[in-house]
DNA sequence: GATGAATGAGCCTTCATTCAT
DNA sequence: CATGAATGAAGGCTCATTCAT
């Protein structure tokens, strides 16, 4: 899906690029700390070293300021998971285990902006929501590929809707660090919630080689549950 | 942890109940049509079929319908699951698959709620967040324990860490269904849901029980992942 | 001038009597603490032990009640003082003395009303305005009348004018006791206040007879008064 | 007691007198005319020609126009004062005189003010109260300074209590003509509201100079003060 | 292009008054 | 008559957006 076009009365693109940056970045911040709702155009302003009035030449409306987080949130995690992806030669369940590492990773370094995600997406207008599900479903897809190529390699075989729900799991339970991290970081560290997660989810994969691809055989204790 | 009192004007409690319901079940529509902030109380008002002054009568401020429905929330949640649990006469595994099932039910039939759930969380006052936050632990301690039981039974031990994210997994993969339900629904029904996502979790427990029951044993497969 | 007759549902003169003392007496007690405006009908009705419709029942608007007040503070102010004076026979500047030991006390024991008085008269409306006034100006001539008896029975004749404006100066030197007591009180007792202010206003009369009733005459005494 | 300050969102600080002085005398018109808490700040905004948002760029409440209010005042009767009285030199008595005349001209000028000072003190917080009071007692200070000097020049030693209370008579004898207008204007101008109540003033000062100086000499000539 | 003062629609809340019970 | 829940007009204040400079 292409990215909404926010018109702009200025021109100059470098500009626009500048300064979109310093309101996004400002916003950021507060937006956090605050919410979306609560924070006026007036702190954004003033937090991004602008005038009041300035804003306002380099986007439409204060909707148009979440959709710019949306949309750099989106750009932010293909670029640094891609990046950090690129020189992996990993093959097989080693390779979704590395990308659930990098992929949390990633979302902890953002946890701030994956939280804001949860919250503000119904503040969204419709046009910007479209925007939104459809990054998520492409990023969706891109997770399955990973799982698909991954488990194939590893000569395991599941089935398309299981494939779908495990994406969405990585993810959620990526996303699940950020909106729970108030709980769950009195109990994990990072590392120790990547590993404690990736050893269940890999479990859960090797369960259903042994259900899945070998129906045949005489399947143990899982059979009575 | 203890209820926020919310005084009120009236002194009836049967009103009072009456009438924070038709103001509970007015602001949940409009809450998640357009979340807690573009939601005047005004709106509130007229859709719970109240004078605009009245609902004053019944709350204290705008800030009390949100706490309101967090309590409703937490409390539907639990007399539902202890209503739909209560006959159940399942042992060990079995008992977690029902357990999930049902609870998953449930969120099913409040998922408006608990979308609501995620996006305001942020907009509560930092008295009622605690109690919010408090009730979310109770609701996994209590996931924990009967994870815990039902585990046990089947002769399964698993680690406090494991034990705990398998409980805050079982909540957000129930959340899930209701806060990405918008791409999940075109894949799944709840019963396929339920049964692709419970498979998924019982593979990875069992898997435990390879891993950790019987640390000697010769472990297949997994160790090279 | 005649007292605003004030329309009531009920006719039962002696509930009416009854229930407008309790609602003066509790707005008195308000008033004094918050001021009128701050004050509300519920407020009144609660401290006045009567339900929030019933006011109602006795008075037609909140309005009303502060002209009650101000009825009940004149009648209050006549029937006291006549009451103290029925005994006294002084005669000429010691009735005078008399007269304004008995209306300073007075104040001191109404000193709340008396502000109240002097902070909300603005509040009332053209019509009980206007019958506050003019019971004022019946006290301004009642006032008067006794420094016109008394300084005529010591040889003194003055002017209207001056006449007019003594009376005032006791009056508002009065009311200074309560609306100045913040500062006042800090320098006298009702007591030292009143013998100094009463001293100044003799010597200031005694003044006048000389100046006006007979330039060359010597000043006798003044001790004795 | 320094003045309290009042934050604005607008920097600029030549604007930000101007609009307050709209403020104040669209204030001054509609206070004295309907009373602080009748007044709306809609009316305000629209009787300063401003549009009704901006005021709150000048004020941060509508409390504080109450506190503006005050603050004039009093300033303006320091300067007005000052100024009327800078190539004053008269001497004892005659100085007091003087002083009487400049400060009930003053009054005149500025009687709505005065008056609505006395309906309204009780509507500014305790911060500001404690202000305008503090300012009131450097008044009645300042104008004891007068009397003393004044007095003493003329050979007259009066009492600290009697020199207190005189001064908050000749303060209370200014405030009356315009609280009491309504009344006096009957008999008096201020010309000769000044005049008489002078007399009564100078009169009783003598008198203390004959009872408390020296009882037996003879009062002079009052005639040339 | 930049600035920030001006605008006014709209929000939450209060409270005098009414009226069904 | 008494009660107190219901009503809704009105008030103080905020803030996204515009526009003159």
Redesign the pocket.
Known sequence: MKKVNIS?????SK??KH?RKQILEASIMLFKEKGY???????IAKSAN?????????I????DILYLFYEALYDQINVMIIEKLRNNECKGLLRVRSFVKEYFMVIDEISNETSIMYSESRSLSELHLNYVLAKENEFVDYVKNILHVSIQEDGIFISEDKLSLLANNIIVHGHMWAFRGWTLKKTFTLESYTKVQTDLFIDSIIGLKNTEVNEVETVETKSSI
């Open positions: 702009t009365k200025t021109k100059d500009k626009i300064h709702h609560q924070t006026t155009t007036r702190e602008m005038s009041y009035g300035s804003i306002y030449d380099y439409n409306s204060k909707d």
